[in-house]
């Protein structure tokens, strides 16, 4: 857990059991679309619910409608030509499940992700008006783009109140995790 996460114990009073098994139910939803995922070495979902608990948009990392075969999945190297890498071309899930999103408006909405959102995914996020944010790995966070994340959700959570916290999983979660991504933490 990075040092700077805010975060909820979920041994703690002021975490419910309703929320505790809301967040293992919703959290399970991301990885299902995780799942579903064709990037061959990082499947990410997200799944976004509004305060009345109802799923609104779902989502999961992709190339764009009608690139599907035409880009590579390569990882993004120092050595290696970024057109011929992922990096440029891939939708997150975060972005998608916002585009995908029903037509209810994601302000005041909760996302939950599998991994730690990227600087881009995070200023999406805080246009969106998301306000919380759970994500179960942060298997990045030495990379610059995810300090830079932390920054900017750091900084626009003193006017808009934006929460992040990783989700503290019981092993049924992490065994779904681990089915989807072996290298995550």
């Given at each position: 857990m990075a040092s700077n996460d805010k975060m909820h114990d979920p041994s703690s009073s002021t975490q419910t059991r309703r929320q505790y098994e809301d967040d293992v139910y919703f959290m399970s939803v991301a990885l299902m679309f995780a799942k579903k995922s064709?990037?061959?070495?990082?499947?990410?979902?997200?799944?976004?619910?509004?305060?009345?608990?109802?799923?609104?948009?779902?989502?999961?990392?992709?190339?764009?409608d009608g690139c599907e075969g035409k880009f590579p999945w390569k990882h993004d190297t120092e050595d290696e030509d970024p057109l011929n890498t992922k990096g440029m071309y891939v939708?997150?899930?975060?972005?998608?499940?916002?585009?995908?999103?029903?037509?209810?408006?994601?302000?005041?909405?909760?996302?939950?992700?599998?991994?730690?959102?990227?600087?881009?995914?995070?200023k999406l996020i805080v246009q969106s008006g998301i306000k919380n944010?759970?994500?179960?790995?942060?298997?990045?966070?030495?990379?610059?783009?995810?300090?830079?994340?932390?920054?900017?959700?750091?900084?626009?959570?003193?006017?808009?109140?934006?929460?992040?916290?990783?989700?503290?999983?019981?092993?049924?979660?992490?065994d779904l995790l681990d089915s989807i991504d072996p290298f995550a933490e």
């Open positions: 064709p990037d061959p070495s990082t499947k990410v979902g997200a799944c976004i619910v509004n305060e009345g608990g109802k799923i609104v948009g779902v989502g999961f990392n992709k190339m764009p939708c997150h899930a975060e972005l998608n499940a916002i585009v995908n999103k029903t037509s209810v408006d994601v302000k005041g909405c909760t996302i939950y992700v599998t991994l730690f959102p990227c600087n881009e995914c995070a944010v759970v994500y179960l790995s942060n298997k990045h966070k030495e990379r610059n783009g995810t300090k830079a994340a932390f920054r900017i959700l750091d900084e626009a959570s003193t006017p808009k109140n934006i929460i992040y916290r990783q989700f503290e999983s019981k092993q049924d979660v992490r």
